[in-house]
């Protein structure tokens, strides 16, 4: 089944849900190199009069220079399925394995972005800002115990410039 672009406004699904249960897999880079991972911390939303999705994205992760040197990234979804698939880009490094060969998942290159042609929703974004979480902002001490060995997140912010759906 192939893909079809509808208007951000027309998403279905919980964002929250989408993201946090369901899981998705952010992608970075061209045909010449390319990484994806399995997140679960994101959201979607308005920002500076733009339609956003905002992921996280640990330094030491294989697809954090990825997304570091692209102007575009892409989130996956599947709906909750391919669950199977989802934890194993979320547990090897793209630097020891193709993972998406050994998740069975095949590579869609769009332009300047790739996505997963298994997904049944995909987000492309334009990068548009990013933030390093610095854990002076934490109002709630409880949040520090994710980051255990001081790993935080960096924050990456992209304009949603497609929607596909199947």
Known sequence: MSFKEISVKELSGNPVEMISRDWALVSAGDRGAWNTMTVSWGGVGELWNRDVA?????????TYGFIENSDYFTLSFFGGKNREALAL????????VNKAEKAGLTPVFD???VYIAEAETVIVCRKIAFQDIDPKGFLDDKINTNYTGGDYHRMYVGEIIKVLTK
């Open 111 to 113: 332009g300047n972005s």
């Open 89 to 96: 880009c979320g547990k090897v490094s793209g630097r020891d």
């Open 54 to 62: 905002f992921i996280f994205i640990r330094p030491q992760r294989y």
